[in-house]
């Protein structure tokens, strides 16, 4: 646990609002002992918990706006301080004002997370709660939202809590019969102990196959579209996005820059980014069009590679582009401009290689490319019990398993067992933060909005 002599005690101030114009805007203020701050800049101390009218006012007694008041004691908080928030009138002078006011009276501004931070600090929130206030914020999709209300409301940690009592529980019982070595093995098959790793490394799979599929809700997919110049790309794009986003032209070369243009299927986020046609050129400002599309490539979780119908399927330069692709990206071939052969749309699967058969010009076949997207994107939930989970819970999870693997390949062994144990233990507490470096909480807490 946090060592309370440490818990910042300063006062912090930020509009909470989001910058620009609004019809009410709201300045927070964090710290201990608020009240003679509230009775300087209201001429009066608010009564705890209701919303009270009060005049702003500014050093010579004049008044910035007038709105209402509302004083959280703590510790019933967010922050577990002491909290003021003043609702002035939502412009950004007004709002400016209200906030230099409270400079002026011995606030500080406020760093992004800072007010999450101190709630965490403070105990209010676990981390992986604190990381859901920032998620929910952020989410773009409902499901996304739906999925960080769910971490910030604590299921997601009281999972992870239940999984690491489960680790202290076996760990307890491993311990106790480390003193009578010639029993050991003996007690421990009576009280079960390697049915309980088996069930705990069960809930541990479950818990990351559905923080897995949340990661993937909360960032979405990069799906880059490559191939030779006209063979359709840009059409593809427009297609998925529904809208005349690329230019289309029958003009070999026309896409220069990559262009990205976010879609949702079935609530996941996709990336589609679409890219300057692979060719030899002496065109300067193609080549360094093709430049780029070798560098989306790079940050690709799925390739779309597509090619002329009509053309040969292996011919010269898709080949060329194949053997060049890295190989550990996912990759869906498409062969597209059907209509132009008549031909009806499908989906065949060779050697690993599916190869779709459809039309961006008519839109016949995009379902089939759609639901290979998330086919590939391994997606297959669609429970409520989605994690939003992020890339530091997926790391902790997953090392978490394979402590518990090693474990079960040590049990004749029960120091070496107690200590994958432990190791498994520390791994599970780092997402609720137990076991967290300062470093880390320092860069959790840097990517929320000020404010917040
Ligand atoms: N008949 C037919 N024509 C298509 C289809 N898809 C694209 N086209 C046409 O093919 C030509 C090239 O399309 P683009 O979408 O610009 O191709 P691209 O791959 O983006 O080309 P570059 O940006 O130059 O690399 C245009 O004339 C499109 O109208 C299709 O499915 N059927
Ligand atoms: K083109
Ligand atoms: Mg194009």
């Keep these: 646990m946090q060592n309370p002599a440490a818990r910042p005690r300063d006062t912090i101030a930020a509009i909470a609002t989001a910058p620009g114009r609004g019809g009410i805007g709201v300045v927070r203020v964090s710290g201990s002992a608020l009240l003679p701050f509230a009775r300087a800049l209201c001429g009066r101390e608010p009564a705890p918990r209701v919303a009270t009218f009060a005049r702003f006012r500014d050093a010579d007694g004049g008044a910035i706006d007038e709105g209402l008041v509302l004083y959280f004691p703590a510790p019933g908080s967010f922050t577990g301080e002491d909290v003021i928030?003043?609702?002035?009138?939502?412009?950004?002078?007004?709002?400016?004002?209200?906030?230099?006011?409270?400079?002026e009276l011995g606030a500080r501004l406020a760093e992004p997370g800072e007010f999450t931070k101190r709630a965490f600090l403070n105990g209010k929130l676990d981390l992986a709660q604190a990381e859901g206030v920032a998620d929910l914020i952020e989410a773009s999709t409902t499901a996304a939202a739906r999925s960080a209300l769910r971490s910030l409301s604590g299921a997601f940690s009281s999972e992870v809590t239940r999984i690491r009592d489960a680790l202290?529980?076996?760990?307890?019982?491993?311990?106790?019969?480390?003193?009578?070595?010639?029993?050991?093995?003996?007690?421990?098959?009576?009280?079960?102990?390697?049915?309980?790793?088996?069930?705990?490394?069960?809930?541990?799979?479950?818990?990351?196959?559905?923080?897995?599929?949340?990661?993937?809700?909360?960032?979405?997919?990069?799906?880059?579209?490559?191939?030779?110049?006209?063979?359709?790309?840009?059409?593809?794009?427009?297609?998925?996005?529904?809208?005349?986003?690329?230019?289309?032209?029958d003009i070999a070369g026309t896409t220069r820059d990559a262009l990205r243009e976010t879609i949702q299927i079935e609530g996941i986020p996709l990336h589609i980014i679409d890219t300057a046609g692979l060719r030899e050129t002496s065109d300067e400002v193609e080549r360094i069009g093709i430049a780029r599309t070798w560098r989306e490539i790079e940050r690709a979780d799925v390739i779309v590679r597509l090619q002329d119908a009509g053309a040969a399927a292996d011919s010269a330069d898709t080949a060329a582009i194949d053997a060049a692709l890295p190989g550990q990206v996912e990759r869906i071939v498409v062969r597209n401009k059907i209509d132009l052969l008549g031909q009806a749309p499908g989906r065949i699967e060779a050697d690993g290689m599916v190869t779709l058969q459809l039309s961006a010009r008519t839109g016949?076949?995009?379902?089939?490319?759609?639901?290979?997207?998330?086919?590939?994107?391994?997606?297959?939930?669609?429970?409520?019990?989605?994690?939003?989970?992020?890339?530091?819970?997926?790391?902790?999870?997953?090392?978490?398993?394979?402590?518990?693997?090693?474990?079960?390949?040590?049990?004749?062994?029960?120091?070496?067992?107690?200590?994958?144990?432990?190791?498994?233990?520390?791994?599970?507490?780092?997402i609720t933060g137990e076991f967290t470096a300062d470093d880390l909480l320092g860069v959790i807490f840097s990517r929320f909005c000020i404010g917040k």
């Design 85 to 103: 928030e003043l609702q002035g009138h939502g412009g950004p002078v007004v709002m400016q004002m209200l906030l230099a006011r409270c400079v």
């Design 168 to 249: 202290i529980d076996l760990r307890m019982l491993v311990e106790a019969t480390l003193d009578f070595p010639e029993e050991e093995l003996d007690f421990l098959e009576r009280a079960d102990a390697f049915g309980r790793l088996a069930a705990v490394r069960r809930s541990l799979e479950s818990l990351l196959d559905r923080a897995r599929q949340g990661a993937l809700l909360r960032s979405g997919l990069n799906v880059v579209l490559v191939g030779p110049p006209n063979v359709g790309k840009s059409s593809l794009l427009n297609r998925l996005a529904g809208e005349e986003r690329a230019i289309v032209t």
């Design 364 to 430: 016949d076949g995009i379902d089939l490319l759609r639901a290979e997207l998330l086919r590939v994107a391994g997606w297959h939930a669609h429970g409520e019990d989605l994690v939003l989970a992020r890339e530091r819970h997926l790391a902790a999870l997953r090392g978490a398993l394979e402590h518990l693997a090693q474990a079960a390949q040590r049990v004749h062994a029960l120091e070496l067992f107690a200590e994958e144990l432990r190791l498994a233990q520390d791994r599970v507490s780092e």
